[in-house]
């Protein structure tokens, strides 16, 4: 061993520890600028979402919460009137008429899509091998990543007025809005609820079987009801979804300011008065579209979270 | 006998329910073949008379009809392409930060916080853009980007003309805050997918956490956060609402290559003009042409972003 010592080089240590040591210094130095860069990168992210959500519940609180002869009053007109022309020229009442489209537009659009969704999720996780289950998982995937404005144009073009290839619809009607909602929340619950029924375990499903019980009955009497908390939500998700989306239903309600429950008539829509609110450039409406913005985020939000706590919470052990 | 009809009764009431969950999965994939064909069909009248000029020709004129898609097209790829670029950076370095430096903890919170911003609909953002953003850029990183970048030579073309506020570049802001939390949320699962023996490994051999990330996980997570990258980019391509907002709806003849200039996407020029053509043949028949364009576009962009995850998601199921 001893004879080996020749061959490696003398090297200078002192001058080698040191050289080591600037290394060793600029490598923490760029570790620590690194850090620093994350850490700035993930701060800047998070606040992106508190300043807009500040500038909507800050602008859209002071008009549902109006202080009025030092009182602070709440703004009930807002949620049960529809816009009033005052004789000033500004917009008095409230936006009535686009709440309840919304909400009348999204109960009609959930009858079809929901058992739609979850037909198909009931057909992808309990029957699907095969052609078709391929061809479905595809066509749920694209139809997820469709633009929804596209959505629109296409219940524009296929059912409304001039343009239609099918005439259903002599001008722009409320049922039009539903038929896009239905395509806009297809997809969500297909999806979320297929996911959620393989957490079913299959000993649950064999045990209905061995006890004599049709597939259809074991499906609807043992799977579904195992995880109808979970099917609630991703119902809700979509419903969450479909009631943001503007482009779909402006396309096709066109939006309007009169009370109508009428279906066949062009309705509004709480989205779609936000945008008009916001762009038309007289400026006592555009608190109102603020305000809007506001309850369309908390509804939306609600559903959300309400989503993340239950899916977080299913466990479906046997 | 009463044995046999039941178990009849039985296959009958299999065979009914296994029909109807096929006829659901039937109409759904009915429904997106008629997408397809209605917007074909109804696109013919200006597919047939202009042929490529719908993409290459730059002049939007209804009142004459005469539509060439340039403008909408040239908009909707710098708003989409610039978002992209402006977002990555933030999506790829909280990624990592809340998988890396915080604990998990801390990082759900965080990463939860950040995905909230998928929940805010389209319509706020353009609010926002709307009364806030647009006025903010234009009074002071607008004239802060033309003053620094502008005398420089070909990076300078930018940032020319004069500023509206409603302009390519607030869209992108706009886009690029929507589709953070997207690319966020897949880096995020691709990072945590890493094998932490990697990443073990060479904090153990001597290297900074930096070296680590840099060397063993960045490299391991690419292909998954260039395809969250590309969803993101499909999200950005098919943004409607809070584009027509922020982007002005103009349908300018000359394209200056400014990000300053006021235009349209393909998405926004659908939304500002439907009221319009639905009344006139070939108006109408343009639009729709527009809204396959963004078909076509979007579901090659969405089909291949999904390639991308589910395939680092299949090797690192293998490793």
Redesign the interface.
């Known amino acids: 061993m001893a004879q080996a010592q020749p061959l490696v080089p003398q090297l200078d240590r002192t001058a080698l520890i040191s050289a080591e040591k600037t290394r060793y210094a600029r490598r923490q130095l760029t570790n620590t600028i690194a850090s620093g860069l994350m850490f700035f990168l993930t701060a800047v992210s998070v606040s992106v979402l508190f300043i807009i959500l500040a500038y909507i519940f800050i602008n859209g609180i002071s008009t549902l919460f109006p202080v009025v002869d030092g009182h602070l009053t709440f703004n009930l007109d807002f949620f049960i009137k529809p816009p009033e022309s005052n004789l000033d020229g500004t917009t008095g009442g409230g936006v009535a008429q686009a709440i309840l489209g919304t909400i009348e537009i999204l109960i009609v659009a959930g009858i079809i899509a929901v058992p739609l969704g979850v037909g198909a999720a009931i057909y992808l996780s309990e029957y699907g091998t095969g052609f078709l289950v391929n061809t479905l998982n595809f066509t749920i995937d694209l139809l997820a990543g469709l633009p929804s404005v596209v959505v629109g144009l296409f219940v524009l073009a296929a059912f409304i007025g001039n343009l239609a290839l099918i005439k259903i619809f002599p001008h722009f009607a409320g049922l039009a809005g539903s038929f896009a909602l239905i395509i806009v929340m297809v997809p969500i619950i297909a999806r979320s609820v297929e996911q959620i029924l393989r957490l079913v375990p299959d000993s649950l499903r064999e045990a209905g079987l061995a006890l004599g019980m049709p597939k259809w009955r074991v499906i609807l009497q043992i799977v579904l009801p195992t995880v109808a908390g979970g099917i609630t939500t991703g119902i809700m998700l979509s419903l969450a979804r479909a009631a943001g989306e503007t482009a779909p239903v402006l396309l096709t309600i066109l939006g309007q300011q009169f009370i109508s429950t009428d279906l066949l008539q062009p309705m509004d829509a709480l989205p779609i008065r936000i945008y008009k609110y916001a762009t038309t450039g007289q400026p006592d409406l555009i608190p109102k579209a603020w305000a809007g913005t506001m309850v369309l985020v908390i509804v939306i939000a609600l559903f959300s979270i309400a989503v993340r706590y239950v899916t977080g919470r299913n466990r479906y052990d046997a | 006998m009463s044995a046999s009809r039941s178990s009849s009764q ?2 009958q ?2 065979r ?3 029909l ?10 009915l ?2 073949v ?2 397809i064909a ?2 074909v ?2 696109s013919q009248d200006t597919i047939g008379r202009f042929g490529l000029d719908f993409f290459t020709k730059g002049t939007w004129d209804p009142v004459n009809e005469i539509f060439g898609a340039l403008p909408y097209i040239y908009g909707t790829v710098v708003t989409s392409i610039l978002a992209l670029l402006l977002a990555t ?6 990624a ?3 998988s890396e ?1 915080v604990p998990r903890r801390i990082g759900d919170i ?1 990463s ?3 995905e ?2 998928v ?10 853009g ?3 953003l647009k006025d903010v850029l234009r009074t002071t990183v607008d004239p802060a980007l033309k003053a620094v970048v502008g005398p420089i030579p070909i990076l300078g073309g930018l940032f020319r003309g004069p500023l509206y506020g409603l302009d390519i570049f607030t869209s992108s802001v706009i886009l690029a ?1 929507m589709i ?1 939390p997207t690319i ?1 949320a897949v880096s995020r699962e691709v990072v945590r997918q890493v094998p932490r023996l990697q990443k073990e490994g060479m904090i153990a051999l001597g290297a ?4 680590a ?1 840099r060397i063993a996980i960045i490299p391991y997570a690419r292909t998954g956060i260039v395809g969250g990258a590309m969803l993101g980019l ?1 999200r950005a ?5 809070a584009v ?2 922020t982007i002005g709806n103009a349908s300018p003849d000359k394209l200056t290559g400014s990000l300053f200039q006021s235009t349209s996407t393909l ?1 926004s020029a ?2 500002s003009q ?2 319009e ?5 070939t108006y ?1 028949s343009a ?2 042409q527009l ?1 396959l364009v ?2 076509i576009v ?2 090659v962009i ?2 291949f972003s ?1 390639f991308l995850v589910s395939r680092t998601g299949a090797k690192n199921t293998r490793s």
Do not use: H
């Open positions: 039985v296959q009431g299999d009914i329910f296994s109807i969950v096929q006829a659901c999965a039937v109409l759904i994939i429904i997106l008629s997408i209605v917007l069909i109804k950076p933030f999506a790829i370095g909280s990592i930060f809340v430096y965080i939860f916080t950040v909230l911003l929940a805010i609909p389209s319509v706020a953002y353009g609010v926002w709307f009364l806030v805050i953070l966020l900074t956490k930096w070296e990330i499909a391509i098919g943004e409607t609402m027509t907002m998405a659908i939304a439907f009221n053509a639905q009344a006139a043949r109408g639009v729709v809204g963004l078909l979007s579901s969405n089909l999904r």
